[in-house]
Structures are given as C-alpha cells and as structure tokens.
C-alpha cells in the first residue's frame, strides 16, 4: 500500500510537470494553429516557414489565460493518473499472486532473459495497462475537452463533477469511452513492440563479451520504448480526435475536424490526408498557407 501511495504521489507530481506540454500537444493534434508562421532554416540550412514553437505557443495561452491557463484540465488528469495507478498496481499483485501458486502447483517457471519469460511478463502488463486504461479514459476524456475549449472560449466543461454530468447527459454512457479502442490497441502494441524489441537487442545484438553490457541492457527499453511510441502515435492521436469529436466544442466540428461515425473512419481520412505522421503531429505540422511541410526544430530539443 505505502508504495502504492508513492507512485501515486510521485506519478501526480510528473502529471503536473507534464501537464502544459500535453496541453499544448492537444491543441495541435485538433490544428489550433493561432500563431502564424516565420521564416527559418530546417536542419540542412535551407530557409523555411516555421510554426511557432512551445514556448510560443505557451506565451500564446498564458497572455490569454494567464499562467493558470496551463494547467486546464490537470484535476481530471490528476484523478485519471491516481486511479489508473491504484488499478494497474492490484492487477500486476494478483497476477503475481496467482503466478506463485502456479509454481506451487508444481508449474515449472520460466527462465528469466528467455523469450518465454518476457512473453509472461508483458502478458501481464498488457492486462494490467488495458484494466488501468479502461477504467481512467472517463477521465481523459474529460481532460481533452477541457483543453480544447480554449479554441472556442467555452466552459462547457468546468469540474470533473460537472463534465461528468455533462457527458452522461448529452451522449450516455458510451461519450465517456469515445477514443477508447484505438488508445487500448496503441498502447497494447507499443508494450508489445517495446519489450520484444529490446529482448531482440538484448539477446542478439549485444554480446555479454563486451565492455558496459549491462549498461547497454538497460539502455535498450528505453530507446526500444520510442521507437514503439513513434510506431504507435497514430493510434494516440486517433483517440484523442475521436474523445473531443462531434462534443458540442468547436475543437471537435468543422472546420478543425470532420464528424467521424467511427474512428476507422477518421483513420482512414487522416491517412488519405496525408495527416497521421505529419500534418496533426507534435514534429510535424501543416502550414496553412500551402501544402509544405516544415520540420520545427525548437519543438523537438
């Protein structure tokens, strides 16, 4: 329990932290592009139209808002962040629990570094990832249209109370898992595509003859895991159309976003468009006077 309390309490302070980026990053995914572009030079020198970039963007919000502006949305987070962690921690505790009566029972384990084993225990985060994910989207729902009322100045969303109400109200039980699908698969497949890759590296590429190995072993999940975030943003920035889409704001209607049936069907627009990698991107984003594509290099370091 005292380390549940932990990781809650450390997991809230990153929330914080964290919270203006993801803010900003939202209201790009939904193309608020409020700020016009300048000229600059991409990574090879060659002059081009930049979008401005977060710091802009953020002395954008807080000239409106003020400094509390940032922070929109964050008490939802806050309780999506607390619950999920709760949740994911007694998932992992009974699948533990019932991995050692298995072995009770005479079931042999695993070898520890072999495929099986990481296949076991990614099994096992998945389950405890999905659980977490499910019960907490009510709550990111609300904190993505919280963000994106600033687009169209509302306060359709004040509370987690009264967005709560709000949704229930107006679209049913389902509003609260609108986006759901497509964040379970994203992150089912980054975990996926992390952990087999790094078993992968691990295994075949780095060899236990060479100097810092097991530096190198440690580093592999890291790079491993944003290489499969890179992978899977689609799927992020699918789900988060989807949870603000057709909601009453204007973030989620014409002229920011189609109405989306389904999120097959905003999938299937982004990647016609030519959007999913670039055109909605946190790296990569259309410039409203034509059809080039510039990279920002003050959004990535």
């Not at 809230?12 to 964290?18: D, N, P």
């Not at 939904?30 to 090879?44: Q, S």
């Not at 079931?107 to 990832?129: D, F, P, Y």
């Not at 290489?227 to 704001?249: D, E, K, Q, R």
């Amino acid at each position: 329990m005292a380390d549940t309390c932990g990781q809650v309490l450390l997991g809230s302070g990153l929330t914080i932290i964290s919270h203006p980026l993801m803010y900003i990053k939202v209201l790009i995914q939904v193309g608020h592009e409020p700020l016009a572009p300048t000229l600059g030079r991409n990574l090879f020198g060659k002059p081009v139209h930049q979008l401005p970039g977060l710091f802009a963007y953020a002395k954008h919000i807080i000239k409106i808002d003020g400094k509390v502006g940032l922070f929109n949305g964050l008490s939802s987070r806050l309780c999506a962040g607390a619950v999920g962690t709760v949740v994911h921690s007694k998932v992992v505790q009974k699948c533990q629990e019932r991995d050692t009566l298995q072995v009770l029972g005479g079931q042999q384990k695993a070898a520890e570094g072999s495929l099986q084993h990481v296949v076991n225990e990614t099994t096992k985060e998945m389950i405890a990832r999905s659980c977490a994910t499910i019960v907490t989207h009510p709550f990111h729902v609300i904190t993505l249209r919280c963000m994106v009322q600033f687009i169209g100045r509302e306060t359709k969303y004040s509370g987690v109370f009264d967005s709560i109400i709000t949704v229930y109200r107006e679209e049913g039980i389902l509003g609260f898992f609108a986006g759901l699908i497509p964040r379970l698969l994203g992150d089912i497949l980054s975990l996926w595509i992390c952990n087999l890759l790094a078993h992968v590296i691990n295994t075949h590429v780095i060899d236990d003859s060479m100097s810092h190995t097991s530096e190198l072993k440690n580093c592999s999940q890291p790079v491993t895991g944003f290489i499969a975030s890179m992978l899977t943003y689609p799927f992020v920035l699918v789900s988060n159309l989807m949870a603000v889409n057709n909601c009453g704001l204007a973030g989620g209607l014409p002229p920011y976003a189609s109405v989306y049936p389904t999120w097959v069907d905003c999938w299937r627009h982004l990647s016609k468009e030519g959007n999913m990698s670039r055109g909605n991107s946190l790296f990569f984003r259309k410039l409203p006077a034509g059809k080039r594509y510039a990279f920002d290099q003050k959004r990535f370091f």
